[in-house]
């Protein structure tokens, strides 16, 4: 069920950040040190240095704390993507990452909020504007913080009193919406040389516009996911080479390789290995034996941006037709090894020699 | 934690973790850049106990430790290597590498004058992919990152042979010994700008 905040109507510009202490593996209960929240508008076209000012919110037993200690408690299992801050060149440095340490030093208001900025100049009118809170835990040797922002949003507020109904329309509601509810959640274990990845969740990086994509993880987080687009690709290109590679059912080697000409046209969107079988609807025996060829299993989960031409490299299929219609298929790296071709002036000979496991007519090539 | 704890450790994560972890990241090199030409070596190994015990030992120069938090600070527990044969095959296995590997650091390494010879290699720090760790792995004492440098023929000769003659920190070399190891590091860096030249003229990889 999404769940509402209301801003106050009065409210000068708010960003919230909090703060709790613990580390927070899946499951784990922890105390709640403190709250921050800020309102971040959409400043991309027009970032603005200004400070932010953002409040502590009390902790308390109250609906708004109980929320987002369950966002707090849930962000091991939520959070399901892993990224890594970017960084250029010779200095091992990036600007968010640097903004978390400080605030792990010394959590405040103050230290929270270039974030709360950095996310304000990240956001564009598409994205509106959000509520943002940051939640910070401490364990025995971790500290977790959770970052996450709830998209703004009207509504329609009824009150009724014992005399009557009120219903009242309110511009700035906040929506943890399924659609669009971001968090990322980082560990730190104090020592030097830390905090470079962490996870996230963020329901619109399939997005079919990039900027609504790139929006969280890119524009505000500096970050990408863990797996490069070619390590991702290569991972599912081997997957399915491997499952061809290891079945006789004709069944699996055809939806496979149909499924291999057609990715060529794929655009560079998010996905998982798992994500890949399901787009296709390869039948649970297909689905299975590639599933079975990612090792570790767990990358099939693994998040990463399809990049056809990276796939193509891995699982391509060489085609040469012939003027007599003949027309021969192998894959690319075995084609000179399936057909011995001679060659006289224009004309080609092709021979192969083997034994037959399919024979089907097609209504196209 | 005293040196020899500090080593009993290392050693425990060098037998247990480090060595396997180093063959695994060379196959995965290997099987990565094996479409790429001219590539003359790819390796990977864990660093010694010995030499992990020598640089966690490191003081800067106001007489504290350089590394409080060895094993997370040393980012080459791990090493790598990718030798190619001309200059211009080390930016084409840095493209490739950046497209499979996330970096959180990439640097070429050149002397400081223009007027100077000595080191030459391009260095990344990579964190390792994840197909390398088994999902029981102890994640905990696996490092995050390692080193991988990419370099040329002339540069690694220049480099290993270096290593082996001018770190002797208790017998420094006298003036000339450091010219004349600064005049081989002239002599690899002279045979990679010619083969650079000629591998544009005779293998026709100029863009002119």
Same mark, same amino acid.
């Given at each position: 069920?999404?769940?509402?905040?209301?801003?106050?109507?009065?409210?000068?510009?708010?960003?919230?950040?909090?703060?709790?202490?613990?580390?927070?593996?899946?499951?784990?209960?922890?105390?709640?040190?403190?709250?921050?929240?800020?309102?971040?508008?959409?400043?991309?076209?027009?970032?603005?240095?200004?400070?932010?000012?953002?409040?502590?919110?009390?902790?308390?037993?109250?609906?708004?704390?109980?929320?987002?200690?369950?966002?707090?408690?849930?962000?091991?299992?939520?959070?399901?993507?892993?990224?890594?801050?970017?960084?250029?060149?010779?200095?091992?440095?990036?600007?968010?990452?640097?903004?978390?340490?400080?605030?792990?030093?010394?959590?405040?208001?103050?230290?929270?909020?270039?974030?709360?900025?950095?996310?304000?100049?990240?956001?564009?009118?598409?994205?509106?504007?959000?509520?943002?809170?940051?939640?910070?835990?401490?364990?025995?040797?971790?500290?977790?913080?959770?970052?996450?922002?709830?998209?703004?949003?009207?509504?329609?507020?009824?009150? +009724?009193?014992?005399? +009557?109904?009120?219903?009242?329309?309110?511009?700035?509601?906040?929506?943890?919406?399924?659609?669009?509810?971001?968090?990322?959640?980082?560990?730190?274990?104090?020592?030097?040389?830390?905090?470079?990845?962490?996870?996230?969740?963020? +329901?619109?990086?399939?997005?079919?516009?990039?900027?609504?994509?790139?929006?969280?993880?890119?524009? !505000?987080?500096?970050?990408?996911?863990?797996?490069?687009?070619?390590?991702?690709? +290569?991972?599912?290109?081997?997957?399915?080479?491997?499952?061809?590679?290891?079945?006789?059912?004709?069944?699996?080697?055809?939806?496979?390789?149909?499924?291999?000409?057609?990715?060529?046209?794929?655009?560079?969107?998010?996905?998982?290995?798992?994500?890949?079988?399901?787009?296709?609807? !390869?039948?649970?025996?297909?689905?299975?034996?590639?599933?079975?060829?990612?090792?570790?299993?767990?990358?099939?989960?693994?998040?990463?941006?399809?990049?056809?031409?990276?796939?193509?490299?891995?699982?391509?299929?060489?085609?040469?037709?012939?003027?007599?219609?003949?027309?021969?298929?192998?894959?690319?790296?075995?084609?000179?090894?399936?057909?011995?071709?001679?060659?006289?002036?224009?004309?080609?000979?092709?021979?192969?020699?083997?034994?037959?496991?399919?024979?089907?007519?097609?209504?196209?090539? | 934690?005293?040196?020899?704890?500090?080593?009993?450790?290392?050693?425990?994560?060098?037998?247990?973790?480090?060595?396997?972890?180093?063959?695994?990241?060379?196959?995965?090199?290997?099987?990565?850049?094996?479409?790429?030409?001219?590539?003359?070596?790819?390796?990977?190994?864990?660093?010694?106990?010995?030499?992990?015990?020598?640089?966690?030992?490191?003081?800067?120069?106001?007489?504290?430790?350089?590394?409080?938090?060895?094993?997370?600070?040393?980012?080459? @527990?791990?090493?790598?290597?990718?030798?190619?044969?001309?200059?211009?095959?080390? =930016?084409?296995?840095?493209? =490739?590498?950046?497209?499979?590997?996330?970096?959180?650091?990439?640097?070429?390494?050149?002397?400081?004058?223009?007027?100077?010879?000595?080191?030459?290699?391009?260095?990344?720090?990579?964190?390792?992919?994840?197909?390398?760790?088994?999902?029981?792995?102890?994640?905990?004492?696996?490092?995050?990152?390692?080193?991988?440098?990419?370099?040329? @023929?002339?540069?690694?000769?220049?480099?290993?042979?270096?290593?082996?003659?001018?770190?002797?920190?208790?017998?420094?070399?006298?003036?000339?010994?450091?010219?004349?190891?600064?005049?081989?590091?002239?002599?690899?860096?002279?045979?990679?700008?010619?083969?650079?030249?000629?591998?544009?003229?005779?293998?026709?990889?100029?863009?002119?």
């Amino acid at each position: 069920m999404p769940r509402h905040l209301r801003s106050s109507h009065t409210a000068l510009p708010l960003v919230a950040v909090i703060i709790f202490e613990n580390q927070m593996q899946e499951g784990d209960s922890m105390a709640v040190e403190a709250i921050y929240s800020f309102l971040t508008y959409p400043k991309r076209s027009h970032a603005e240095e200004a400070s932010m000012s953002g409040t502590e919110i009390p902790l308390d037993d109250g609906k708004l704390c109980k929320m987002l200690r369950d966002i707090f408690d849930n962000a091991g299992k939520d959070c399901n993507v892993p990224v890594m801050f970017t960084s250029d060149g010779d200095k091992q440095e990036n600007a968010v990452r640097s903004e978390l340490l400080a605030l792990l030093e010394t959590p405040g208001v103050a230290t929270a909020a270039p974030l709360a900025s950095r996310l304000q100049n990240a956001t564009s009118g598409t994205s509106g504007m959000g509520l943002l809170f940051i939640c910070m835990g401490q364990g025995a040797d971790h500290t977790r913080v959770v970052i996450s922002r709830f998209p703004a949003d009207e509504g329609v507020v009824a009150e +009724k009193s014992t005399s +009557k109904l009120t219903v009242q329309f309110v511009e700035q509601v906040f929506l943890k919406s399924a659609f669009s509810y971001k968090a990322a959640t980082y560990t730190s274990n104090g020592k030097p040389n830390q905090l470079w990845s962490g996870h996230v969740v963020d +329901k619109q990086i399939n997005h079919g516009s990039k900027a609504v994509a790139d929006y969280w993880i890119v524009d !505000f987080l500096r970050s990408e996911f863990s797996t490069t687009a070619a390590q991702g690709t +290569k991972r599912l290109a081997s997957a399915l080479r491997a499952a061809i590679a290891a079945t006789t059912t004709m069944e699996i080697k055809s939806e496979i390789t149909s499924a291999a000409h057609l990715a060529g046209n794929l655009p560079k969107k998010a996905m998982t290995i798992a994500d890949f079988c399901d787009s296709f609807h !390869f039948s649970e025996r297909t689905k299975q034996a590639i599933l079975s060829k990612v090792n570790p299993a767990r990358l099939v989960h693994e998040k990463f941006r399809f990049d056809a031409a990276e796939f193509s490299r891995h699982l391509a299929y060489k085609q040469v037709e012939l003027d007599n219609g003949a027309v021969l298929t192998a894959p690319a790296d075995k084609f000179e090894e399936c057909f011995k071709e001679t060659k006289r002036k224009d004309v080609h000979t092709f021979s192969t020699t083997g034994a037959v496991v399919d024979e089907r007519l097609k209504k196209t090539k | 934690m005293t040196d020899e704890e500090l080593l009993a450790e290392y050693r425990a994560r060098h037998i247990g973790i480090l060595q396997s972890l180093a063959e695994r990241l060379t196959s995965h090199l290997q099987d990565m850049l094996k479409d790429i030409p001219r590539i003359d070596r790819v390796s990977a190994r864990a660093k010694s106990p010995d030499r992990f015990l020598a640089k966690a030992n490191k003081l800067q120069p106001d007489g504290g430790r350089k590394y409080e938090h060895p094993f997370d600070q040393i980012q080459d @527990l791990v090493g790598a290597r990718v030798i190619v044969f001309y200059k211009q095959d080390v =930016e084409v296995v840095s493209e =490739e590498i950046d497209r499979y590997f996330r970096r959180i650091e990439s640097k070429e390494l050149i002397p400081d004058s223009v007027n100077e010879f000595g080191y030459v290699g391009k260095h990344f720090i990579l964190a390792f992919p994840e197909d390398l760790f088994d999902d029981g792995a102890d994640r905990g004492k696996t490092p995050q990152f390692f080193e991988l440098q990419v370099k040329t @023929l002339f540069q690694h000769a220049w480099s290993e042979a270096e290593h082996d003659l001018a770190y002797k920190p208790s017998d420094p070399l006298t003036p000339l010994q450091c010219r004349q190891v600064a005049f081989t590091a002239a002599q690899a860096w002279g045979a990679d700008q010619i083969f650079a030249q000629l591998h544009d003229e005779l293998n026709g990889t100029s863009s002119h």
